[in-house]
């Protein structure tokens, strides 16, 4: 059997501990723009639909606009915050903890990265959909796993699409383009994260149809 051509063991830790990171980014230490760069320029190898390459990101560091988007974010996401979820196993409601605090912290954040992608979808199909949204959601993902790698986090958060417009607004952002997250992006505080726990994998597959 020939070698892999990665170190598997470096790759699989990679990819097992890239967490959403709310409770541990660091507010204090600067994040360099060079880094983020870094980060984006792997991301733009990521694949896309047709080879379209429409994403676009959106790099916030501006006080001012962090704030603004962290009010929009508050705003947006009042219903969600305020809806009860009972019986929650304590997984969940660690989440919905750190989850909170992003909420309140979020302007605290030192970079907001919005990855963006021409076009708009607004009232078709599921095909067209998915295949709009698979031309970005891969590079954005590669944009966190290099940020992981080089000792920064971040979380998805898609809470302040409520205020779509009005962040766009805020932004600059043409009418044209659509906003698909909201990635706050730090050092971590530490870099010791573990895998989650997760159900067995065979309970989640079927093979050769839904069985």
């Given at each position: ?10 790759t ?7 967490r959403?990171?709310?409770k541990?980014l ?16 792997l ?16 790099v ?19 219903d ?15 989440v ?8 309140d ?15 708009r ?12 949204y698979?031309?970005v ?41 659509t ?6 992006v ?11 726990v997760?159900p ?12």
């Open positions: 059997m020939n070698a892999p051509p990665f170190d598997v063991a470096v699989d830790a990679l990819l097992s501990t890239t959403s990171v709310r541990r660091d507010f204090d230490r600067p994040v360099e723009r060079e880094v983020i760069l870094d980060c984006l320029r991301a733009q190898q990521a694949p896309t639909g047709s080879n379209s390459q429409g994403w676009r990101w959106v916030v560091t501006d006080a001012e606009l962090r704030a603004g988007l962290a009010q929009l974010y508050r705003e947006a996401s009042a969600y915050f305020g809806a009860d979820r009972p019986g929650a196993d304590p997984q969940t409601s660690r919905r903890d750190s989850a909170v605090y992003l909420r912290n979020l302007h605290r954040v030192p970079v907001h990265v919005i990855p963006c992608i021409n076009g979808v607004d009232g078709r199909g599921n095909a067209e959909a998915a295949g709009f698979g031309s959601l891969p590079a954005a993902w590669s944009f966190m796993l290099a940020l992981r790698s080089r000792g920064l986090g971040s979380a998805w958060t898609t809470l302040h699409l409520g205020r779509e417009r009005e962040a766009a607004a805020l932004l600059g952002i043409p009418e044209t383009v906003q698909v997250a909201l990635l706050p730090a050092y971590t505080l530490g870099t010791d994260f573990r895998p989650a997760r067995a994998v065979e309970r989640i597959i079927h093979f050769d149809g839904w069985s």
